[in-house]
């Protein structure tokens, strides 16, 4: 069983719903990050967390320490929101992220 | 745009081979990890570097060796390449004032053959 699980493995959705992903941990962390990944390989960081909640545009991201799980949050997707995003953990100071193998989605106009 | 930069982005080699990749760290971040990232799968982490010293290593064997220069840029070499060792490679520089806020390079895809 893999430390990092991410559900769903691949989501395809319509222009304007509202869309959430989902991580499961199952090791102790310090912090959480969200990644968003396109097609080109590049890899963009959405949000990095440890308690609560963040927002960013359109984008939210939640973390819940006691049951060791992470949600994104995506409202009004839009097609250029189609990517993969990667669930990861950071386990401590020596950059050990552990990363969940992704969500692809895809947005339809 | 992360002002992080790898180069190459693509290239091909034969079992055997050795190759180096190059990452420069966005301005002032000293600490630079590596990853490798098989198709359809997340990335794994290969190595961090911090001024210079190798500060953390996941599990991969000694034929994957690195190096951070003065400027905080760092080199990705690995030796006897095998055909699972065909992958995107990334790295992220971070600085210890960012919280652990990571900006990731485009990657180098490289193809063993």
């Known amino acids: 069983k893999n430390e990092v699980e991410q559900s769903p493995q691949n989501l395809t959705a319509q222009e304007g719903e509202f869309i959430t992903i989902n991580c499961s941990y199952s090791?102790?962390?310090?912090?959480l990050h969200w990644l968003q990944q396109h097609p080109g390989g590049g890899i963009v960081s959405l949000f990095m967390?440890?308690?609560g909640k963040k927002k960013h545009g359109r984008l939210i991201a939640t973390i819940n320490i006691q049951e060791k799980h992470s949600s994104l949050h995506i409202t009004a997707s839009h097609p250029r929101d189609s990517a993969v995003y990667i669930c990861a953990v950071y386990r401590g100071s020596q950059g050990n992220l552990i990363f969940g193998k992704g969500t692809k989605l895809s947005v339809k106009p | 745009e992360t002002g992080v930069t790898q180069s190459p982005t693509h290239l091909i080699k034969t079992r055997g081979q050795q190759v180096t990749l190059r990452c420069s760290s966005q301005?002032?971040?000293?600490?630079v990890s590596w990853y490798q990232q098989a198709l359809g799968q997340g990335p794994q982490f290969i190595f961090q570097?911090?001024?210079?010293?190798?500060?953390g290593r996941g599990n991969f064997p000694p034929r994957f060796s690195g190096l951070q220069f003065p400027n905080y840029s760092s080199e990705l070499n690995v030796n006897a390449l095998e055909l699972d060792d065909s992958a995107l490679y990334l790295c992220?520089?971070?600085?210890?004032?960012?919280?652990?806020?990571?900006?990731f390079g485009e990657g180098s895809r490289l193809t063993v053959l």
């Open positions: 967390l440890s308690s």
């Open positions: 301005s002032g971040h000293n600490t």
């Open positions: 090791v102790g962390i310090s912090a």
């Open positions: 570097y911090y001024r210079e010293e190798e500060n």
């Open positions: 992220a520089s971070s600085h210890p004032s960012n919280t652990g806020e990571l900006f």
